[in-house]
């Protein structure tokens, strides 16, 4: 494990972006896994700023969403495909057919997630994934108690993470219970994964995660076994680090 402390979040940002940058232009071919939510929006931001001053070109990339909630139409405004669209794939030459999410609204929510898993293996697996930590240990929406051997499944979201989502769904009523996620083993597969965590709330359970047992208590902990990991993160979320 390599473990990068930035200054500050726009450090961050731009660390992780160079990052995946030099990643790019070593294999345009790149597969990706990447995350949503509040931290990666600026290295998102930078990544495209680096398109737009042709430093970088996604054509020949393939990108897949880590999860996606179960219930919502696409479009809607908390609906992770929405996410993307105004935060990322707008702004950069990503083709359309390279950008894989699950389907928010499948007919058969098992069956889609077989799909999601085949598209990866025809992909030829992840070179790289992207991935953010929850405050309950979770990595994407594997949840405290999921198998490490998962694969891409329906994962019944925890009160404390559907209490996390409830603004942006203005309300806990209207936030779904269920979602289409990698799974922990899908995840571990990938060729090198970088985790990138921001702030002091994330302080204790990235601790747990990486100084801590491994155990599916706290699915971040599996990351220690990963060969490739580089862990990226602002001095506040490593302020309680031993070493």
């Not at 200054?7 to 345009?28: M, N, T, V």
């Not at 390279?98 to 999601?116: D, K, M, V």
């Not at 996620?181 to 597969?189: A, K, P």
Request: a neutral charge.
């Amino acid at each position: 494990m390599q473990l990068i402390v930035a200054a500050d979040y726009a450090e961050l940002s731009r660390w992780g972006a160079q990052f995946i940058a030099r990643k790019l232009l070593q294999r345009p071919t790149l597969v990706l896994a990447l995350p949503t939510g509040g931290t990666p929006l600026g290295l998102y931001q930078e990544l495209a700023r680096f398109y737009q001053e042709r430093l970088l070109d996604f054509s020949q990339a393939i990108t897949f969403n880590l999860d996606e909630f179960l219930g919502i139409t696409p479009d809607h405004p908390a609906s992770f495909r929405y996410y993307m669209e105004q935060n990322f794939w707008c702004r950069v030459n990503l083709r359309p057919e390279a950008r894989h999410i699950p389907q928010s609204l499948p007919r058969n929510p098992e069956e889609e997630c077989r799909r999601y898993e085949e598209l990866l293996r025809d992909a030829g697996g992840l070179d790289l994934a992207l991935l953010g930590l929850g405050e309950n240990g979770h990595i994407a929406f594997n949840e405290p108690g999921t198998p490490f051997e998962s694969r891409t499944h329906v994962a019944e979201l925890t009160d404390r993470t559907r209490w996390n989502e409830a603004l942006r769904f203005r309300g806990l009523e209207h936030v779904p219970k269920y979602a289409i996620t990698m799974g922990i083993r899908t995840l571990m597969n990938a060729r090198e994964i970088l985790l990138l965590v921001a702030g002091a709330k994330k302080a204790q359970v990235l601790a747990q995660a990486l100084e801590g047992p491994v155990t599916p208590a706290v699915p971040a902990s599996v990351l220690q076994l990963h060969p490739n990991l580089t862990v990226l993160a602002d001095c506040a979320a490593a302020s309680l680090f031993r070493t």
